[in-house]
């Protein structure tokens, strides 16, 4: 049986060879120290109580996560589905618990329940489907982020309080997240290390092969591996979604990279056999040191991703480097034949067609040929703002009588390229255009310009390619209000932060420039730090709680969106609507609440239903021949407690 630590049998001798065998045995932990260190010496505002915590809080989630990984990989498995079965069992416990009026304490054990059929459905593909780890757990990652899409129909869903308490704090100062983390990270431990199915786990990643011949029940003891799996994502999509104090669906998108990271990192091997859960811990932390000190260090957001790049390289080719001075256990591999790769193959396109006929199903009805067909491709659906003008678009198009297609590309500039491109080969009237970004959606739009099809672009505009219709507010405009609102509110003077959105869309640029314009005419206001929080609330709330401990005076805070500006919220505390304000954009339903409740102090508001009713209206004219206008502009409004009670969207 292969064990989890491997001890170095070199020659090396006396106090040199002994630190060399100590360092190359704990490489994890020794890079931890370092890293620590290092932050510690660049930033005086890292090695903070405040500030640790924080670092814990912000690994909790990911080393849940990876609490559950472990087991996978230390029995040679894989698992890129954690992030999704935490976004859907956090979906399904804020929806039981309000759509549904299940009690609280059944609703978190749906949650969890969620998770454990998840992971025994990856389980059953595994043992008895023959499916490789990797297409099992793929194809998990996909249907559990379109369920829990489905169940909360694109939107955030709001948790009770009893719920939204687990991200809150103990005695003041001990966030619940950290101790959550702890408790799983025991758990996991005394699992690997204590019990029947851990020491199962170590056999099956050693030698597969050798372990059934042993007499172990193979196939059966990796359901209760992917079923452990699926019990950990579940408590960290709970865990974040308390965080948040409301369910996104699309929550932890990415997180199961982070996760394997993590494993990997605290000095697992992918070919299965060896782990720990403190190793995990470890590299979770390695990841939230990095993150947490990149941000006090006001580090672009680019080189960030080369920084964690390098460090998780830097980390495995350690882990190697211990491997070679010590023992190095045989991986066992096991060869499939053509016929059952063929099955296997099969088997997965049969279950991704039916995936894909089902959701055909649900969404497409019977149409008259003389019905009017629209195309529309919206930049996201993980945003309240772009939930919002697909309501107000569909609201307009059932009253006109057309058949409006809605697409979500997900932030990612090729997918929408290649809806576009399905929009214009499948003879649709007229398409709608949200641009990811507004450079790479050219290409798209001149084909179908070619095609004659006619092209209303929304919220943004196409560049290098001609639209017959720009339906849209003034990014820049909107900008330039924002900066006015937040210095006014602060008499002109004092030190704010901006959170930015995401890096390369045309959105987060305008609004930059914006923000910049506007904040021209007010000297005495100060900018002491500028970060990405890409439109996401989650990272809103890591973000500024980073910027917290580098500037815990910040007067102001300005946010590209709502949602960045409720994160935000979050880590002010009680520091919101008081002595700090905060001014977001976009007026989303959540942002007005907040804005009624005086935590958030304005939003620079679009009307974004007004946007999609005024680009299906336009779509339709230009359908018919009729003439419309180059551009029409909806007026922003900045949305105060003052005048929100008469604001709608």
């Known amino acids: 049986m292969a064990t989890d630590t491997l001890k170095s049998t070199t020659g090396a001798s006396g106090a040199t060879g002994g630190l060399r065998r100590l360092l190359l045995d704990n490489g994890a932990l020794t890079a931890l120290i370092v890293l620590v260190v290092a932050m510690s010496a660049l930033s005086g505002d890292f090695l903070t109580t405040d500030n640790l915590l924080n670092v814990g809080v912000q690994a909790a989630v990911t080393a849940i996560l990876a609490f559950g990984v472990t087991f996978v990989i230390v029995s040679a498995g894989i698992d890129l589905s954690v992030g999704s079965v935490a976004a859907l069992s956090a979906t399904v416990l804020a929806w039981s618990a309000t759509s549904a009026g299940v009690p609280v304490f059944l609703a978190v054990l749906l949650a969890i329940a969620t998770g454990i059929v998840c992971g025994l459905v990856n389980g059953i593909l595994i043992s008895y489907g023959k499916l490789p780890p990797f297409i099992a757990t793929l194809a998990m990652l996909s249907v559990a982020r379109g369920l829990s899409l489905v169940i909360s129909e694109g939107s955030p869903i709001a948790l009770p309080d009893s719920v939204s308490h687990l991200g809150d704090t103990l005695g003041g100062w001990l966030p619940v997240p950290v101790l959550v983390m702890v408790v799983m990270g025991l758990i996991a431990a005394f699992v690997l290390g204590r019990t029947y199915i851990g020491r199962s786990m170590y056999a099956i990643g050693g030698n597969e092969e050798a372990a059934r011949l042993s007499g172990l029940r193979v196939k059966k003891q990796k359901l209760a591996i992917y079923a452990f799996s699926g019990v950990f994502a579940a408590v960290a999509g709970v865990v974040l979604a308390a965080r948040l104090s409301s369910a996104q669906p699309q929550a932890a998108d990415g997180y199961e990279l982070d996760a394997i990271a993590a494993v990997v990192i605290g000095g697992a091997s992918l070919a299965g056999g060896t782990g720990k859960a403190s190793g995990t811990l470890v590299g979770a932390l390695i990841l939230a040191v990095l993150r ?287 002595s700090v304000s905060v001014v977001g954009f976009d007026g989303t339903p959540d942002g007005l609440k907040a804005v009624e409740g005086g935590t958030l102090y304005a939003s620079v508001a679009q009307q974004p239903s007004q946007l999609g009713k005024i680009a299906v209206d336009n779509a339709l004219k230009a359908l018919q021949g009729k003439e419309v206008e180059e551009t029409v502009k909806v007026p922003v409004k900045v949305v105060t407690k003052e005048n929100v009670a008469g604001f709608s969207g």
């Open 292 to 578: 947490n000190g990149l941000n006090l260090l006001n580090v672009s957001a680019f080189w960030q991703q080369v920084v964690i790049g390098v460090v998780i390289a830097l980390a495995v080719l350690l882990d190697t480097a211990r491997r070679k001075a010590g023992a190095t256990p045989v991986a066992a591999g096991t060869g499939g034949d053509k016929g059952r790769q063929a099955v296997t193959y099969a088997l997965a396109a049969v279950v991704t067609v039916a995936i894909v006929g089902a959701t055909s199903f649900l969404h497409n009805g019977s149409s008259s040929a003389s019905t009017p067909k629209m195309g529309l491709s919206l930049s996201t659906l993980n945003n309240p703002f772009f939930v919002q003008i697909r309501a107000g678009a569909q609201a307009e198009a059932k009253k006109l009588g057309v058949d409006l297609t809605v697409t979500d590309a997900q932030n990612d500039a090729s997918q929408q390229a290649n809806q576009l491109q399905n929009f214009t080969s499948s003879g649709l009237g007229a398409i709608i255009v949200n641009p990811v970004d507004s450079d790479a959606a050219s290409n798209s739009v001149k084909a179908a310009d070619q095609a004659k099809i006619p092209v209303i672009a929304v919220d943004r505009t196409v560049n290098r390619a001609a639209v017959d219709t720009l339906v849209a507010s003034d990014n820049i405009a909107g900008g330039e209000l924002a900066a006015k609102t937040i210095a006014d509110k602060l008499g002109g003077k004092g030190k704010i932060v901006i959170l930015q959105g995401q890096a390369g869309t045309s959105a987060a640029r305008e609004r930059a420039q914006g923000f910049a314009n506007g904040l021209k005419a007010y000297p005495g206001i100060r900018v002491v730090a500028q970060q990405p929080a890409d439109f996401d609330r989650t990272k809103g709330l890591d973000v500024m709680s980073n910027l917290l401990q580098a500037h815990p005076d910040v007067q102001g805070v300005i946010a590209a969106n709502d949602e960045m500006a409720l994160g935000a919220i979050k880590a002010l505390g009680s520091k919101a609507g008081t």
